[in-house]
């Protein structure tokens, strides 16, 4: 009768370990599927801005090279550039939330609201699976 309730004991404890184990591993691999897709949209998001910041650049040096034809002097040209940009940036400063920080936020939250989704909707497959499948007695 020991044996039987050592034996128990000792199975339990080891499906125990194995359920534990096997729990960090899925999340471990959740964490990784996370991570990866956030890391994806974050350089994503970097290579697009960078993109950006170059289109900007060039279009300043045409400008400025544009005006200063036009003006006679590559001086005024560039200067008038330098101004068209310092008032883009005043206004982005003064819009950031409305064009910038709520956009990304709307963004994230979208990315993470149907990854949630998404594992809600294997979390109901795993239990209609387990619900359909005979038990071994």
């Known amino acids: 009768m020991e044996d039987n309730f050592s034996n128990y004991f000792s199975e339990t404890g080891k499906v125990a370990r194995d359920y534990v184990e096997t729990r960090l591993d899925l999340l471990k691999l959740q964490t990784a599927g996370k991570l990866s897709k956030a890391l994806g949209l974050f350089f994503s998001l970097m290579m697009a801005f960078l993109l950006f910041f170059f289109v900007i650049v060039f279009l300043g040096m045409v400008l400025g090279f544009w005006i200063g034809e036009m003006t006679g002097s590559f001086t005024i040209g560039f200067a008038c550039a330098a101004a068209v940009f310092i008032v883009l940036f005043v206004v982005l400063l003064i819009f950031r939330k409305k064009l ?38």
């Open 100 to 137: 910038i920080q709520r956009p990304l936020a709307n963004l994230l939250v979208s990315e993470l609201v149907d990854e949630i989704q998404d594992d809600d909707e294997d979390d109901e497959h795993d239990i209609e699976n387990m619900e359909t499948r005979k038990p071994n007695i």
